[in-house]
């Protein structure tokens, strides 16, 4: 089955600064990969999602690039602010996984980031 | 614009009770799913539903029963609450497009004493 790999585990930051969070994937049949930001005592809310027909998605300062032969994607957040602190997980979904069923989401198990003002 | 919605927020159980947590959404989404969340885990999937009278076990589904009555609705049932069940629990729905957005609920603080 799916396997997904976070990292780092922690990643504390300057404010303006980027961070990047990377995650692999050893399944090559998954072809939906989700960031979620879960803030303290909430659900995990998506931010931005790439389908394995694209190698890049941008949307404002969160980008995500996907790399399927290597099968790695990562996430991309630029001129950090303190409200981006948070933990981060990465996903991935693929078809095979529990009896041919869609929409089952493999996590990582997450990137606590601290933006430091 | 209710999403999924989840029911307690907050319960504390003791050992050897049983309980049901609510989980509806209002999107017409097929498919459904329980996670849990714990400490440098994630989230692992217990149990999911592809639609109505659908359900099947995920990676964690030793002590949960689930049913799906409706397009709407899937409890999830502690049949025997254990302190190993001490976890935050999240509903997922989605449709059933193959790589479809999946949204969660708000989450379940479960404590069993």
């Known amino acids: 089955g799916e396997n997904v790999e976070q990292h780092p585990s922690t990643l504390s930051v300057q404010e303006g600064d980027s961070a990047v969070i990377k995650c692999t994937y050893s399944?090559?049949?998954?072809?939906?990969f989700p960031w979620y930001k879960q803030e303290l005592g909430k659900g995990p809310q998506l931010i931005i999602d790439i389908r394995s027909n694209v190698g890049e998605k941008k949307d404002q300062r969160i980008a995500v690039t996907l790399n399927k032969t290597a099968k790695h994607f990562s996430l991309h957040i630029t001129e950090t602010q303190p409200e981006d602190s948070a933990v981060y997980f990465c996903a991935a979904s693929s078809w095979r996984n529990y009896g041919g069923s869609q929409g089952n989401l493999i996590f990582g198990k997450g990137t606590k980031l601290s933006v430091k003002p | 614009n209710a999403g999924v919605t989840q029911t307690p927020k907050f319960q504390v159980l003791k050992t050897g009770q049983s309980m049901t947590l609510q989980c509806a959404q209002d999107m017409n989404h097929e498919y459904m799913s329980w996670y849990r969340q714990d400490p440098g885990m994630g989230l692992r999937l217990i149990h999911y539903s592809v639609g109505a009278g659908i359900t099947d076990q995920g990676e964690v589904p030793n002590g949960y029963n689930v049913s799906r009555s409706t397009t709407e609705d899937f409890p999830l049932r502690l049949l025997s609450a254990a302190p190993s069940q001490t976890s935050v629990y999240f509903c997922a729905s989605s449709t059933s497009d193959r790589g479809g957005t999946i949204y969660f609920g708000e989450g379940s603080w479960l404590t069993v004493v």
């Open positions: 399944d090559s049949a998954s072809n939906y």
